[in-house]
């Protein structure tokens, strides 16, 4: 799971979750939650594939009002 801006969040997006898809040690991202974080601001979070996909959208201190912003279709 990782934190990322929405530029990066947006090419990933655009790249339908793998930036490079010939590298066999990138896997692929399977879903983007944009959130408000502990700060006020948005924030983005990525999940990989065999990763928890509902990692951030449970609600903590850091969490707020999670949304899904894109899902990758299988």
Known sequence: ???VD???ADKLVAANGQ???DDPFEPPV?????????WGALAYGIT?????????MRPTEYVN??????ERAL
Do not use: G
Not at 32 to 37: D, F, L, S
């Open 6 to 8: 929405k530029a990066f």
């Open 48 to 56: 990989f594939e065999r990763q928890d996909p509902d990692k951030y």
């Open 30 to 38: 399977t879903r983007i939650v944009e959130y408000t974080n502990a």
């Open 65 to 70: 009002s999670p949304r899904i912003y894109w």
């Open 1 to 3: 799971m990782s934190t």
């Open 19 to 21: 930036l490079y898809p």
